[in-house]
């Protein structure tokens, strides 16, 4: 049984006439409590989660969008709703459960390691009979990643909705963003929801870890075999991104930034790619990819995983040049079918159109 959730234990009710979101994000949000380097008995607790994040940097850029799954009823709870309310997302699709917190434990930067305590934790709990009724006949966008797709019972929960979302006619985004729980008992969750997607993002580490390989290529090429017509976006931090689409590829390198930190950056990529496929329909996959690579450079001029805004990206975007890949050189990329030309064809065309709602 679940425990009885409720919208907010320290809201008001949403008001149910409110119109339904265009896109929802659905998984987990969790809290990140990170340890000072400097200080090690001083840590800092913040709200995170691959899916939470996507839909916040979509809500940033404008788009109705709503967050569907549980949190805990308690201070981290808290923080993670009010965060969600300050960015307006449609809080009838979060419950909170009576449940302890998700938390994802950052020890240690040199090298990065980092765990998760989450046993029967308020995640767990999400319950999709209690998501407004008939959301999947409003929104246009269904998406999918994280720890979520492999915890259990969620991820089950979660691989139901995205059958029934792509069957009503949603279209699927989905960003694996490799954890350490992504072991051999996740492979069968990665092709499901491969198989079912619309767009995909997958960065270098997320091929490493995902195929336990260091032969990208061949992960790469395995990934494309598995659903072939999706939009796909392969991410490699300072190096640029590739956008691939059917047998055609598109590369960019992000635009001179100062760094502050690269956490939220993955994320804010898939939000970019989205807004851009979303409001752009009839655009150049280049400029689909442009938007993606300025939304990740914007997040990384912030501390921590904050969201850019809109200006910040189109700013960005101007002093970012695609390139085709015959002008890709050098890299294991290069011998990946793709076009030459930057521009799309009608077919390719077609396709893009086909994602838009």
Sequence with gaps: MFPTPSHASRNEPPDPALPFPRFVSLGEALTDLIRDPHQPEQWTSK?????????RVLAGF????????????????DAIWRASVQCGLDPRFEQRVAKSP??????????????????????????????????QQHAAWAHFGGISL????????????ARSSKAAGLRISF????????????DRNLRVMVELAD????????????????????????????????????????????????????????????VVDTI???????????????????????????????????????????????????DLVQNITVRGPDQVQGTM?????????VSCDASSTAMLLALRE
């Design 47 to 55: 709200p995170g989660g691959a899916p939470w994040n996507v839909a």
């Design 150 to 161: 492999v915890r259990e019972p969620l991820a089950s929960r979660l691989i139901t909705l």
């Design 102 to 135: 998700l938390l994802a434990i950052v020890d240690s930067f040199d090298p990065v390691h980092y765990f998760f305590i989450g046993d029967d934790s308020a995640d767990l709990h999400f319950d999709p009979a209690l998501l407004p009724q008939h959301w």
């Design 199 to 258: 767009v995909i993002k997958v960065s270098d580490e997320d091929l490493r870890g995902l195929f336990r390989t260091e032969n990208l290529e061949l992960a790469l090429r395995t990934l494309r075999t598995w659903n072939p017509h999706a939009l796909l976006l392969f991410t490699r931090g300072a190096e640029g991104a590739t956008l691939f689409l059917q047998d055609r590829s598109w590369s960019a390198r992000p635009p001179p930034i100062k």
């Design 333 to 341: 990329l290069g011998s990946l079918p793709a076009s030459t030309l």
């Design 264 to 314: 939220g950056a993955g994320d804010a990529s898939m939000g970019g790619l989205l807004y851009s496929l979303m409001q752009s329909p009839h655009a150049d996959p280049a400029h689909h990819l442009q938007f993606a690579v300025a939304s990740a450079a914007s997040a990384c001029q912030v501390a921590g995983a904050g969201t850019p805004t809109l200006q910040q990206v189109k």
């Design 62 to 77: 404008g788009v109705s969008s709503a967050f569907a799954g549980a949190i805990s009823n308690d201070v981290f709870g």
């Design 175 to 186: 960003d694996p963003n490799f954890r350490v729980l992504m072991d051999e008992r996740y």
